[in-house]
T-cell receptor, first 115, second 116 residues
Framework: AQKITQTQPGMFVQEKEAVTLDCTYD???????LFWYKQPSSGEMIFLIY??????QNATEGRYSLNFQKARKSANLVISASQLGDSAMYFC????????????FGSGTKLNVKP | GAGVSQSPSNKVTEKGKDVELRCDPI?????LYWYRQSLGQGLEFLIY????????KSGLPSDRFSAERTGGSVSTLTIQRTQQEDSAVYLC??????????????FGPGTRLTVL
């Protein structure tokens, strides 16, 4: 079975500091993709970053980077230099080689950036 | 270009009524997905369309739920005889092909359904 676990229901971070949001996954499929989405209070899911299971390097997109540790089955999102606009729900998701027709989502982490 | 659009943005209905939710995917995307997000929860997969293939309906919670996709583009999710537990945000997503684990899904703004 495929599963995504986000163990931090809520987090606070000071503006301009870095923050790490945790995500662990479970799958027996040999190939998979890991995704992070941001959901502001407006409700839309905004794609942030993608990491493929065979990628040798950790993915980066601007202030977002993904700390991918395959042996530990973790794919943590790192946001550098937090901004007030980063306050939102963050979801980790997974698609797998044999279950590519859907994303498996974690329960999300609510990030609050303090001024 | 234009993103995924959904309508209506909000729908309030009475228990027992039928509702239709519409999704217009990104032009050129052949895969389309519906998810449901209950208050404060993650996303629950409902249904997947890819090209002309038979849809994967494995996530539909009951036979009151159905969906179709006409002409490989616009999709309609229909909920018959709505119940209060159907109240949620219904999110639609599309992807380029949806046939590999590398395909990014792009989401619409969602339809917030409230069943009184």
């Amino acid at each position: 079975a495929q599963k995504i676990t986000q163990t931090q229901p809520g987090m606070f971070v000071q503006e301009k500091e870095a923050v790490t949001l945790d995500c662990t996954y479970d799958t027996s499929d040999p190939s998979y993709g890991l995704f992070w989405y941001k959901q502001p209070s407006s409700g839309e899911m905004i794609f942030l970053i993608y990491q493929g299971s065979y990628d040798q390097q950790n993915a980066t997109e601007g202030r977002y980077s993904l700390n991918f540790q395959k042996a530990r089955k973790s794919a943590n999102l790192v946001i550098s230099a937090s901004q007030l606009g980063d306050s939102a729900m963050y979801f980790c998701a997974m698609s797998t080689q044999y279950n590519f027709n859907k994303f498996y989502f974690g329960s999300g982490t609510k990030l609050n950036v303090k001024p | 270009g234009a993103g995924v659009s959904q309508s209506p943005s909000n729908k309030v209905t009475e228990k027992g009524k039928d509702v239709e939710l519409r999704c217009d995917p990104i032009s050129g995307h052949t895969a389309l997905y519906w998810y449901r997000q209950s208050l404060g929860q993650g996303l629950e997969f409902l249904i997947y369309f890819q090209g002309n293939s038979a849809p994967d309906k494995s996530g539909l919670p009951s036979d009151r739920f159905s969906a179709e996709r006409t002409g490989g583009s616009v999709s309609t999710l229909t909920i018959q005889r709505t119940q209060q537990e159907d109240s949620a945000v219904y999110l639609c997503a599309s992807s380029w092909e949806g046939t590999a684990s590398t395909d990014t899904q792009y989401f619409g703004p969602g339809t917030r359904l409230t069943v009184l």
